[in-house]
T-cell receptor, first 115, second 110 residues
Framework: SAVISQKPSRDICQRGTSLTIQCQVDSQVTMMFWYRQQPGQSLTLIATANQGSEATYESGFVIDKFPISRPNLTFSTLTVSNMSPEDSSIYLC????????????FGEGSRLTVL | KQEVTQIPAALSVPEGENLVLNCSFTDSAIYNLQWFRQDPGKGLTSLLLIQSSQREQTSGRLNASLDKSSGRSTLYIAASQPGDSATYLCAVEGYNKLIFGAGTRLAVHP
C-alpha cells in the first residue's frame, strides 16, 4: 500500500486568491492523480500528473486554472487559481502504488471553502 | 465514454443484515474495478481491487464480484455492523484513468 499525505487538510479562502495543495507519497510512484469532489457528488478527475512531463487535463479543466507540478516521484502540487465560490470542494490526491497492479490510494483530501 | 452507475443511492439497514451493493459500467474494456469506502469529510480507503481477468475478491466480511461482459460488479457485505456506515464507491480503470460511480450511502443502525 501507499500512504499519501495532503496539506492543507482544509482552508477558507477569499474570492480571487489562489491556493496550492501539496501531496506527498511515502514511496516512489509513476502516476499521480488529482480529483475534485464537489459537495454531495462523486469524484471527478482533474488531471494526471506524471514526473518529467506536462500534466494531462480532463475535459473541462485547464492548466491556467489548475496548474500542477510534479518535481519528483513522490511529490505533486495542485494550485487552484483565481478562486470563486464554485471552486469550493474537496480536492483529493491519489497514486497507483508501486508493485500493486492498478490499485489506487488516496490522501485524506483538502477541503476548500471559497467565500 | 465510460459511465458508472451505482444502485441503490442510499441504504439503511439494521445491524446484522447481509447487503449487496451494485455497480454497473457501460464500457467493458476495463483493466480493473476497485471498491472504496469514504467516511464523511475523509479521503477514500481502498477495499478491494478486482483485475479484469478475475471474477471475485474477498477481504474479511467483504466479497466483490466482477462480470465484465455484462458490465456489472457487486459488493457483498456480510453481517453488517454500525461501523460499516459510510459511502461506498466503485471505480473502473480504463486507459489510465479511474471513473467513479456516484456511490451508495450506507447506514447500519444498531
Amino acid at each position: 500500500s501507499a500512504v499519501i499525505s495532503q496539506k492543507p487538510s482544509r482552508d477558507i479562502c477569499q474570492r480571487g486568491t489562489s491556493l496550492t495543495i501539496q501531496c506527498q507519497v511515502d514511496s516512489q510512484v509513476t502516476m499521480m492523480f488529482w480529483y475534485r469532489q464537489q459537495p454531495g457528488q462523486s469524484l471527478t478527475l482533474i488531471a494526471t500528473a506524471n514526473q518529467g512531463s506536462e500534466a494531462t487535463y480532463e475535459s473541462g479543466f485547464v492548466i491556467d486554472k489548475f496548474p500542477i507540478s510534479r518535481p519528483n516521484l513522490t511529490f505533486s502540487t495542485l494550485t487552484v487559481s483565481n478562486m470563486s465560490p464554485e471552486d469550493s470542494s474537496i480536492y483529493l490526491c491519489s497514486a497507483i502504488a508501486g508493485g500493486q497492479s492498478g490499485e489506487l490510494f488516496f490522501g485524506e483530501g483538502s477541503r476548500l471553502t471559497v467565500l | 465514454k465510460q459511465e458508472v452507475t451505482q444502485i441503490p443511492a442510499a441504504l439503511s439497514v439494521p445491524e446484522g443484515e447481509n447487503l449487496v451493493l451494485n455497480c454497473s459500467f457501460t464500457d467493458s474494456a476495463i483493466y480493473n474495478l476497485q471498491w472504496f469506502r469514504q467516511d464523511p469529510g475523509k479521503g477514500l480507503t481502498s477495499l478491494l481491487l478486482i483485475q479484469s481477468s478475475q471474477r471475485e475478491q474477498t477481504s474479511g466480511r467483504l466479497n466483490a464480484s466482477l462480470d465484465k461482459s455484462s458490465g456489472r460488479s457487486t459488493l457483498y457485505i456480510a453481517a453488517s455492523q454500525p461501523g460499516d456506515s459510510a459511502t461506498y464507491l466503485c471505480a473502473v480503470e480504463g486507459y489510465n484513468k479511474l471513473i467513479f460511480g456516484a456511490g451508495t450511502r450506507l447506514a447500519v443502525h444498531p
